[in-house]
Structures are given as C-alpha cells and as structure tokens.
C-alpha cells in the first residue's frame, strides 16, 4: 500500500531536549516536504527537498532541521525545541507526474 | 510575499444545502490544488487546477480556476455529513518549490 509514514504519532517533550520526527514513504517519490498545522494558520512548509542531498528552506525554517540522505526518508529535527513549536507536524511526498501531494497521518508534538 | 486568503473560515449548513469557500492569491498562480482534512485526520489531495478559467467537477463538488488564476472556489451541491472537514485551498506560484496553503474553511453539516 502506497503511503506515507511518521514516528512517533503523539511526542510531549521538554523545551532544549533534541528530538526527530521520521517520516517515510514508499512510493519512490523525489519531493518531500514538512509542514506544520496551527488553528487559524493552516499548513505553513517548514522545509522541502527536492531529491536526495538536495533540501531548501519554506517559510518557517527557524528552529528546525532536516536531512535526506535516502529517498524514502525526510527526518525532522528540532535540535532545542521550544514551546512555540508546539504544533501538528505533517510529512508529505509529492508524485512528480500528477503533482499530487500525499501527507502523513501527523505528528502532535507538545513542548513543555 | 505571496498570500493565499481562504473565506469564510467556518460555515455551518444544514444537509442538503449548497457550501461555497473562496481562495484568493496576492500573486498569480501557476496551478491550484485543493484537500480536505477530516477532524483528527491529515490532509486529503482532491483536485489540482492549472489552466485559467478551468472548470473541474467531482460528483457533487465543482472547482473553478479564476480566468486571471489569481482566485479559485469549490462548490459542494446539496451536502452531506461526510462532507464534514476543513477545506483548503493551496496555490503555487511559478516554480516547483513552494505551495502555500489558504488557512482552511471548516464546514459542519447538520442532519
């Protein structure tokens, strides 16, 4: 089954302790992107790769990283997560021929 | 820098009533795509627009594309409760890279 995966589901963690987001997908696709869901501001991109060894940032880059030194996996790091990024996480990968953009089931992330 | 505005930001109808939301760009698109998120779900691909003025319809949903592909709408024809979600609306301008989404319209359907 073609899909997008992400771990953990639910993380409560405390503001300067390290954490990564994994996000898979097995459908071959170049483009992934991270986004982040808040009431009131929908999806804002975090960060995109276009392909492998090959990332850039969206529009609200501060305070996370990513890599993507395979295909199928985008990881997002947040290296000293702070409240404000408090937030519902979605992973997605983007099929190049129809440009339809498949999102991950999310990740709620709780910074105390 | 480039803004997509999404109205209205709730609509409450009653079953078997129309619901219209609007997306607006600052800037003109080169395509616009629409999902649906339903509540504690992620976001679902529903269409993707491209040519000015463009008409798409899934059954009882209907897509436009601004002739100016600056604005795009989608119309749902006589709801039901399964259309309970968010819709939103996501425009990219010129290039690959970047989809900035609309803030989403949240549509409850009372049977």
């Known amino acids: 089954e073609a899909q997008v995966t992400q771990n953990p589901r639910y993380l409560i963690t405390v503001t300067g302790k390290k954490l990564t987001v994994t996000c898979s997908q097995n459908m071959n696709h170049e483009y992934m992107s991270w986004y982040r869901q808040d009431p009131g501001l929908g999806l804002r991109q975090i960060y995109y790769s276009m392909n492998v060894e090959v990332t850039d940032k969206g529009d609200v880059p501060e305070g996370y990283k990513v890599s993507r030194k395979e295909k199928r996996n985008f990881p997002l790091i947040l290296e000293s997560p702070s409240p404000n990024q408090t937030s519902l996480y979605f992973c997605?990968?983007?099929?190049?021929?129809?440009?339809?953009?498949?999102f991950g089931p999310g990740t709620r992330l709780t910074v105390l | 820098g480039q803004q997509v505005m999404q109205i209205p930001q709730y609509q409450h109808v009653q079953e078997g009533e129309d619901f219209t939301t609007y997306c607006n760009s600052s800037?003109?698109?080169?395509?616009i795509q629409w999902y649906k998120q339903r509540p504690g779900g992620h976001p679902v691909f529903l269409i993707q627009l491209v040519k000015s003025g463009e008409v798409k319809k899934q059954k009882r949903l209907t897509f436009q594309f601004g002739e100016a592909k600056k604005n795009s709408s989608l119309h749902i024809t006589a709801t039901q409760t399964t259309d309970v979600g968010t819709y939103f609306c996501a425009g990219r301008a010129g290039g690959y890279n970047k989809l900035i989404f609309g803030a989403g319209t949240r549509l409850a359907v009372h049977p």
């Open positions: 800037t003109t698109l080169s395509n």
């Open positions: 997605a990968s983007t099929a190049g021929s129809t440009d339809t953009q498949y």
